[in-house]
């Protein structure tokens, strides 16, 4: 097992990373004996009882909620009946919520707890990769709104982060592949030797080579952590952590949660912003290619779906990053180290979101 | 006017108070010149263009978002059309959301800016005497949950807090006593020299002489600020502010949100409070009547619906200060200082409520 520190003060909690770590009750520390366990349908027949029945035996009060599964519950009507489950269960303002599952489950279940009278405490037991390298590192809650993704949420840090690498063994090749979008994302904006290893470690990762994903998994949190502690309200440098993210929102969005992946919609986006960054002249055609080779070969997209253009700029303008009706994206200076900027002309953005559009 | 400054370091805000203030655009510092105005249907004919148009006059975009009027209103419903209309005019994280109006509306627009896009700076503008001594200071913020009243909330600082007392003259007679159940409070919690000078001053405050209010907005004001800055997030003190609360919220969720105002449920919460503190042996009946005679001259009620008492216990057991199990209740040590005891058999607070419900 490896543990790494997300220090932020009063805040600050640990991830651990390693092989079995599901069933080891002893590192959850709660603070009073009683848990809510938040689930869906998909992660509960395969991890619920493995994390609940030691609980179990060490004296803890454990409350099961098993939501359905997929993007496009992650409403306010999801989040709602995680609340009706607490206060019908008489949970209180120290019981501990758990979410156990993808990113849906820990973005909704860390709302739950951020709003839940309150604020109550929370762990994150992330199953999916993308939830493992990602969001459930650094404190970021939402649910969805029907005119834009993660528009409703809220920053509470989770007391843990219990990363047990065994779960990938059932993870869909779809979610692996969706994942690495995120692990490639450090890479880009922020990691160039990471970027580097990534290219020569990919075909392992992709068979699931235990060390490999643990690797990719720690030095991907290392980054997330990093920039979390230097900014952890998103002031600044936080933003940079949205590589492709106001494009893949738009997708995501734009053609109904759930319908791309989230991973799939950041490769996409990421391949908007790689165009975008040299239409402005920062990076050359070479880079673009390594990036766009790299996804290939994670077997992620890097064209959109069938959005036509002023639907992309509309569901843009709804980005948290807009300051003063202004998009501000995240582009690449050069590979490793990305910059947030309002300097791109419209007719770039327009060109950018063409040249890898369905129906460019 | 006179300044009261909440020092929360980073966080401090000033509350300013008094007369004509609601339109003095120059006291409202924006992050950008873009401001939403939330208020409802009772309050926006009397107040929202005289805070509106000077924000115009001075380059502010301004935005305006009428709801529904009542407690009732409190819900996840209202709350969405909040995030509707943001989003609708293109809001931003840098947009400052203002609340005119009461407890309602103060209580859901600091929940919406807690939320939106993670949190937004807002502003309260508070028209209601309950909401300018109470509920627009120390930045609790909540909705209501059909189990449980503010079940569902953030801690949401406002960047400032704007008391025009010119607005109390608008307000009706019941809500001007309701708001005098938040300001006895104080007196009876933490501050029996106010609690004197209310005894002294209550005829005063009824006839609604200025700087008789003034006084007691200020004094309560400082109350609560003390209270704030000692225990923000309420881990300890802060709880004694809630004395009478979950006598009196389970009065409001039993007979439904908005047939009582919350003032007055609260009144007869205190009432069962020290009916149980002189069950306790801790105040004498001549403090109780004491009391009694102080919320009777304000026009308040000293005496609950007819509520049994399983359904009071029943919705007591939900109260975000039971721990364990165990209800936590604000009593009265003397007159003039609370403290928050798990002490009181089941059977005296059986007793309590009965002496003080309408089927007793």
Chains 1, 2 share one sequence.
């Not at 303008?317 to 202004?326: A, I, N, P, R, S």
């Amino acid at each position: 097992m490896e543990t790494l520190t997300v220090a932020l003060g009063d805040r600050s909690y640990p991830i651990h990373v390693g092989q079995g770590l599901i069933e080891r009750a002893e590192l959850l520390v709660l603070r009073q004996p009683k848990a809510a366990i938040v689930s869906n349908v998909t992660v509960a027949p395969l991890y619920l009882q493995r994390l609940a029945d030691p609980l179990r035996r060490a004296g803890v009060e454990v409350v099961e909620m098993v939501l359905p599964d997929g993007e496009r519950f992650k409403d306010w009507q999801t989040l709602n009946s995680i609340f009706d489950g607490l206060l019908e269960q008489r949970c209180e303002r120290s019981t501990t919520l758990i979410a156990l599952g993808g990113g849906v489950v820990g973005d909704i279940t860390g709302f739950a707890a951020a709003c839940f009278q309150r604020g109550i405490p929370f762990i994150q037991v992330p199953t999916t990769l993308l939830a493992q390298v990602d969001s459930s590192v650094g404190g970021k809650t939402a649910i969805n709104h029907p005119l834009g993704k993660n528009m409703i949420g809220a920053f509470h840090q989770p007391q843990l982060v219990l990363t047990d690498t065994d779960t990938l063994n059932t993870l869909p090749d779809r979610e692996l592949r969706a994942g690495l979008a995120e692990v490639i994302k450090y890479g880009l904006i922020r990691d160039l030797p990471f970027l580097e290893w990534l290219e020569t470690n990919l075909e392992s990762l992709l068979s699931r080579e235990p060390a490999t994903l643990a690797e990719a998994i720690c030095r991907s949190c290392r980054n997330k952590a990093e920039v979390v502690v230097a900014d952890e309200r998103e002031a600044g440098e936080r933003a940079l952590l949205n590589l492709g993210h106001t494009f893949g929102h738009a997708i995501e969005t734009g053609v109904g949660y759930g319908e791309w992946l989230h991973g799939e919609a950041i490769a996409v986006g990421s391949m908007m912003a790689a165009e975008l960054s040299l239409l402005m002249g920062w990076i050359d055609r070479h880079d673009l290619l390594r990036v766009e080779r790299l996804f290939q070969r994670a077997g992620l997209p890097v064209r959109g779906p069938a959005l036509n253009v002023e639907r992309y700029l509309e569901l843009m303008q709804h980005d948290k990053k807009v300051l003063d009706g202004k998009l501000r994206l995240v582009l690449l200076q050069k590979l490793g180290q990305a910059v947030l900027s309002d300097a791109a002309p419209p007719a770039e953005i327009i060109q950018a979101i063409g040249a890898r559009s369905a129906h460019a």
